[in-house]
């Protein structure tokens, strides 16, 4: 009798094995609300039960997609998780099937295994029970968030509310995930969408976010500023909750420094992020852009194309976002003492080019300035046209006339009416720049006055 009783949990979960994956709806239900409950006390007793117990759960993970069938898996999870035989069988075979699923995953098999992590972390002590094992699961979380943040709006909105649930519930166990985040026991790399996602929640709490900003702070600087490889687009993305906020302390004191020291030492690697950062912040860059502009304007020049590009843009961006009126003329400077030679002769075409973008991009500065610096711009273009041999050189002059006549019609000095009527004599390719620069001019009308 004895024997046969002991034997029944077993003989039970064996013939559950064979039902679990059963396609009707009707049989899934009775196996996990009728059949396994009863059975969990004993199972739980014998070890190589609770194993057969935990393997029939996790047999279902490919196999149930129909919210009923879910929910009674996910409910009788739930109860066997207060039998700690269970809890810990469970938890280890969940961490594996986590990190096995790592590469690819569907994202319900995906969304199961996160929600099952929730219920683990949220109906047991397991967290606190276990440092190294919460660290595993963590960082698994992680990665597999990322595949429903990569989904739809629904994959998205689901996997957020299941963490914000979590962290909600208890600040004991968001200051954990903290933790792994603060000793990058959790890759930016491989988890933006996390990193953004714990970041978003922070911010929405006042307290939480002054206690916690020094660690995305330090966060943004190692794994995207000091970066060894260059960070993708998501990863700098992923701090854009830090940045819409950043004050100009902050800014000055923590983030600045390491742009510069990085643009120095690696600029290929952190040109782009430092661009996305420069257009994320809400700050009047006017005393920061004479610190950007020796670092930069060495890129603007290089011989790589897509540096040149990115610096540019951060050229433009420091235009943009300077308000201070002693700005647009040391940046002017700046520019035309290099291509006056100050830093050596720029011998090849795609480096006066580069300075003469860079000029070309100082026209983002409020036309109220650009009014007050045009006509000296203006002269200066001139005599950079003139001076120069190179036909592609003389285009990038043209052009960058026009965009400073297109904001401000003091750019169009006499010299520049006698220059462009000698202009239109010119060879072919040069003939069509100077009258594409006279479209520019009639366009804003009130240059045809001059």
Same mark, same amino acid.
Not at 157 to 170: V, Y
């Given at each position: 009798?004895?024997?046969?009783?002991?034997?029944?949990?077993?003989?039970?979960?064996?013939?559950?094995?064979?039902?679990?994956?059963?396609?009707?709806?009707?049989?899934?239900?009775?196996?996990?609300?009728?059949?396994?409950?009863?059975?969990?006390?004993?199972?739980?007793?014998?070890?190589?039960?609770? =194993?057969?117990?935990?393997?029939?759960?996790?047999?279902?993970?490919?196999?149930?997609?129909?919210?009923?069938?879910?929910?009674?898996?996910?409910?009788?999870?739930?109860?066997?998780?207060?039998?700690?035989?269970? &809890?810990?069988? *469970?938890?280890?075979?969940?961490?594996?099937?986590?990190?096995?699923? !790592?590469?690819?995953?569907? /994202?319900?098999?995906?969304?199961?295994?996160?929600?099952?992590?929730?219920?683990?972390?949220?109906? =047991?002590?397991?967290?606190?029970?276990?440092?190294?094992?919460?660290?595993?699961?963590?960082?698994?979380?992680?990665?597999?968030?990322?595949?429903?943040?990569?989904?739809?709006?629904?994959?998205?909105?689901?996997?957020?509310?299941?963490?914000?649930?979590?962290?909600?519930?208890?600040?004991? &166990?968001?200051?954990?995930?903290?933790?792994?985040?603060?000793?990058?026991?959790?890759? =930016? $790399?491989?988890? /933006?969408?996390?990193?953004?996602?714990?970041?978003?929640?922070?911010?929405?709490?006042?307290?939480?976010?002054?206690?916690?900003?020094?660690? *995305?702070?330090?966060?943004? #600087?190692?794994?995207?500023?000091?970066?060894?490889?260059? @960070?993708?687009?998501?990863?700098?993305?992923?701090?854009?909750?830090?940045? #819409?906020?950043?004050?100009?302390?902050? *800014?000055?004191?923590?983030?600045?420094?390491?742009?510069?020291?990085?643009?120095?030492?690696?600029?290929?690697?952190?040109?782009?992020?430092? %661009?996305?950062?420069?257009?994320?912040?809400? !700050?009047?860059?006017?005393?920061?852009? &004479?610190?950007? &502009?020796?670092?930069?304007?060495?890129?603007?020049?290089?011989?790589?194309?897509?540096?040149?590009?990115?610096?540019?843009?951060?050229?433009?961006?420091?235009?943009?976002?300077?308000?201070?009126?002693?700005?647009?003329?040391?940046?002017?400077?700046?520019?035309?003492?290099?291509?006056?030679?100050?830093?050596?002769? !720029?011998?090849?075409?795609?480096?006066?080019?580069?300075?003469?973008?860079?000029?070309?991009?100082?026209?983002?500065? @409020? /036309?109220?300035?650009?009014?007050?610096?045009? /006509?000296?711009?203006?002269?200066?273009?001139? =005599?950079?046209? $003139? %001076?120069?041999?190179?036909?592609?050189?003389?285009?990038? +002059?043209?052009?960058?006339?026009?965009?400073?006549?297109?904001?401000?019609?003091?750019? #169009?000095? @006499?010299?520049?009416?006698?220059?462009? +009527?000698?202009?239109?004599?010119? $060879?072919? +390719?040069?003939?069509?720049?100077?009258?594409? !620069?006279?479209?520019?001019?009639?366009?804003?009308?009130?240059?045809? +006055?001059?």
């Amino acid at each position: 009798e004895m024997v046969a009783q002991d034997a029944a949990p077993e003989e039970a979960l064996r013939a559950a094995a064979a039902e679990v994956s059963t396609p009707s709806a009707t049989r899934r239900l009775r196996l996990f609300r009728d059949t396994l409950p009863p059975l969990l006390a004993k199972a739980t007793e014998s070890p190589s039960d609770t =194993t057969l117990l935990v393997d029939l759960i996790f047999q279902t993970l490919p196999l149930y997609d129909d919210r009923a069938s879910r929910k009674a898996v996910d409910d009788m999870v739930i109860q066997a998780l207060s039998e700690s035989t269970f &809890m810990k069988t *469970f938890a280890a075979t969940l961490v594996q099937s986590m990190e096995k699923n !790592l590469k690819v995953t569907s /994202p319900l098999a995906c969304f199961k295994l996160l929600r099952w992590s929730c219920y683990l972390l949220k109906w =047991t002590q397991f967290a606190t029970l276990s440092k190294g094992g919460f660290s595993r699961l963590a960082n698994a979380q992680a990665v597999l968030s990322q595949v429903l943040m990569n989904g739809s709006f629904r994959q998205r909105r689901t996997c957020k509310q299941l963490f914000i649930r979590l962290f909600s519930e208890s600040v004991g &166990m968001y200051k954990m995930y903290i933790e792994e985040v603060k000793d990058l026991r959790i890759a =930016t $790399k491989d988890s /933006p969408a996390f990193i953004n996602l714990i970041l978003d929640f922070t911010v929405t709490s006042s307290s939480l976010f002054s206690e916690y900003k020094p660690v *995305f702070l330090d966060l943004y #600087v190692k794994t995207i500023l000091s970066s060894k490889d260059r @960070p993708s687009e998501a990863a700098s993305e992923a701090f854009k909750p830090l940045f #819409v906020d950043i004050g100009h302390e902050d *800014f000055k004191n923590v983030i600045l420094p390491s742009c510069i020291k990085m643009l120095k030492r690696n600029p290929e690697i952190v040109l782009k992020s430092i %661009g996305h950062l420069l257009l994320t912040v809400r !700050l009047d860059l006017s005393n920061y852009a &004479m610190e950007f &502009m020796p670092v930069i304007l060495p890129q603007a020049r290089h011989s790589d194309e897509e540096r040149r590009n990115n610096a540019l843009n951060i050229v433009g961006t420091l235009s943009d976002k300077s308000s201070d009126p002693d700005t647009l003329p040391s940046m002017f400077n700046a520019i035309k003492a290099i291509l006056g030679g100050s830093e050596g002769k !720029l011998s090849l075409p795609y480096q006066r080019i580069g300075m003469l973008n860079a000029l070309e991009q100082l026209s983002r500065f @409020p /036309p109220k300035q650009i009014s007050r610096l045009a /006509p000296s711009v203006s002269s200066f273009l001139l =005599t950079c046209y $003139k %001076g120069d041999g190179i036909e592609e050189v003389k285009l990038a +002059t043209l052009s960058t006339l026009g965009s400073w006549a297109s904001v401000s019609s003091e750019a #169009v000095q @006499p010299d520049v009416v006698s220059f462009i +009527t000698a202009g239109l004599k010119e $060879k072919d +390719t040069l003939r069509k720049g100077h009258l594409k !620069l006279i479209r520019v001019i009639c366009r804003k009308s009130d240059s045809l +006055t001059k």
